[in-house]
T-cell receptor, first 113, second 110 residues
């Protein structure tokens, strides 16, 4: 079983559309994250959730809305997609807020045309 | 912003030890040094971390200088599969999230 799984792996869509990326972890961790890796390969933290509560929101546009239905899931919904949203989005989890051994998913490559 | 400085790229021959340096001259007493790597197109993978003592696990060794201003990640017998971007991260356990810098691209060749 994959520890942190993301779906879909690839997503191609038009500007202005709304899309979601789902993430699930089966490690029993309390904390989950979304990172964005752009074309220059910089990995940037977007959000973190601890036990379904939002902890970090790093100046991400309001078009991005994370949702955590339970502590094993952290989904990312993006409204009104823009060209600049094209990137690879990584979900990750850790034991708790202080844990820094993060387990990453394989990434979801979003291409906005 | 990342608090570490790493060379942008390094080469290593297969079977040789790969020594990846990292400078973290502004590290605080309660900050740990973490190493991750990202193999092409995959999610980052945790390697090792330490506070002030040297650490070793099945993947690598971490050598931290006595003044803690720099460290070296050692892959004792590099293989082609170790070709990746290696990130050195300084982190306070009370902090909120790992901040990744530019890392070092390690190329292992036969």
């Amino acid at each position: 079983d994959t520890a942190v799984s993301q779906t879909p792996k690839y997503l191609v869509t038009q500007m202005g559309n709304d899309k979601s990326i789902k993430c699930e972890q089966n490690l029993g961790h309390d904390t989950m994250y979304w990172y964005k890796q752009d074309s220059k390969k910089f990995l940037k933290i977007m959000f973190s959730y601890n036990n379904k509560e939002l902890i970090i929101n790093e100046t991400v546009p309001n078009r991005f809305s994370p949702k955590s239905p339970d502590k094993a899931h952290l989904n990312l919904h993006i409204n009104s997609l823009e060209l600049g949203d094209s990137a690879v989005y990584f979900c990750a989890s850790s034991q708790d807020l202080g844990g820094r051994e993060l387990f990453f998913g394989e990434g979801s490559r979003l291409t906005v045309l | 912003d990342a608090k570490t400085t790493q060379p942008p790229s390094m080469d290593c021959a297969e079977g040789r030890a790969a020594n990846l340096p990292c400078n973290h001259s502004t590290i605080s007493g309660n900050e740990y040094v973490y190493w991750y790597r990202q193999i092409h197109s995959q999610g980052p993978q945790y390697i090792i971390h330490g506070l002030k003592n040297n650490e070793t696990n099945e993947m690598a060794s971490l050598i931290i200088t006595e003044d803690r201003k720099s460290s070296t990640l050692i892959l004792p017998h590099a293989t082609l599969r170790d070709t990746a971007v290696y990130y050195c991260i300084v982190y306070n356990q009370a902090g909120t999230a790992l901040i990744f810098g530019k890392g070092t691209t390690l190329s292992v060749s036969s």
